[in-house]
T-cell receptor, first 115, second 113 residues
Framework: KAGVTQTPRYLIKTRGQQVTLSCSPI?????VSWYQQTPGQGLQFLFE???????NKGNFPGRFSGRQFSNSRSEMNVSTLELGDSALYLC??????????????FGPGTRLTVT | EDQVTQSPEALRLQEGESSSLNCSYT??????LFWYRQDPGKGPEFLFT???AGEEKEKERLKATLTKKESFLHITAPKPEDSATYLC??????????????FGTGTRLTVIP
């Protein structure tokens, strides 16, 4: 069974630009969550999408947004990039229904560097 | 406010030297406590979920336990390939519809041959 995939794996952008990251969940998983990981702050929750609807949002500015498609694939967008947005962006999928359904499985991440 | 504290921050063990990692948590209603392993440059790898105090789960050299305030990850006779950062996360049951994990900062384990 294929795991969570994320594209691209590495990205270099300039301040002020925008970026879109993509995530394909495990087959049958309908929930996709996004996290930002930095050395200083660790892993922090960005938002979760389930059935194409944002269900929960972390404490990040409105420059961070996302969406989910009918096939459960998700994209995350960051506009007006700042140097502090440099991080590893991780996507996690879960079944979200029934017992043991909240276990989240992570993809390899997208390493974003803002210069 | 939900809080997860992991200790120690870093741990160096000789191969075969057993030890435990600690995860203390404060959460408004625990839905689940999760342990992950993360290797450098990779995404976290799921290890265990614990749902209620007294629960224990094992996988190879790892054993996770849960009380009402903390969880331990016991590593028995570790090998160099167990070297990684171990992350603890909690999921709160209080917020309707919420599925997010709240992570600790991790314990960086190094096992020396």
């Amino acid at each position: 069974k294929a795991g969570v995939t994320q594209t691209p794996r590495y990205l270099i952008k300039t301040r002020g630009q925008q970026v879109t990251l993509s995530c394909s969940p495990i087959s049958g998983h309908r929930s996709v969550s996004w996290y930002q990981q930095t050395p200083g702050q660790g892993l922090q929750f960005l938002f979760e999408y389930f059935s194409e609807t944002q269900r929960n949002k972390g404490n990040f500015p409105g420059r961070f947004s996302g969406r989910q498609f009918s096939n459960s694939r998700s994209e995350m967008n960051v506009s007006t990039l700042e140097l502090g947005d440099s991080a590893l962006y991780l996507c996690a999928s879960s079944r979200r229904g029934g017992s043991d359904s909240y276990e989240q499985y992570f993809g390899p991440g997208t390493r974003l560097t803002v210069t | 406010e939900d809080q997860v504290t992991q200790s120690p921050e870093a741990l160096r063990l000789q191969e075969g030297e057993s030890s435990s990692l600690n995860c203390s948590y404060t959460v408004s209603g625990l839905r689940g406590l999760f342990w992950y392993r993360q290797d450098p440059g990779k995404g976290p790898e799921f290890l265990f979920t614990l749902y209620s105090a007294g629960e224990e789960k094992e996988k190879e050299r790892l054993k996770a336990t849960l009380t009402k305030k903390e969880s331990f990850l016991h590593i028995t006779a570790p090998k160099p390939e167990d070297s990684a950062t171990y992350l603890c996360a909690v999921q709160a049951a209080g917020q309707a519809g919420a599925n997010n994990l709240f992570f600790g900062t991790g314990t960086r384990l190094t096992v020396i041959p």
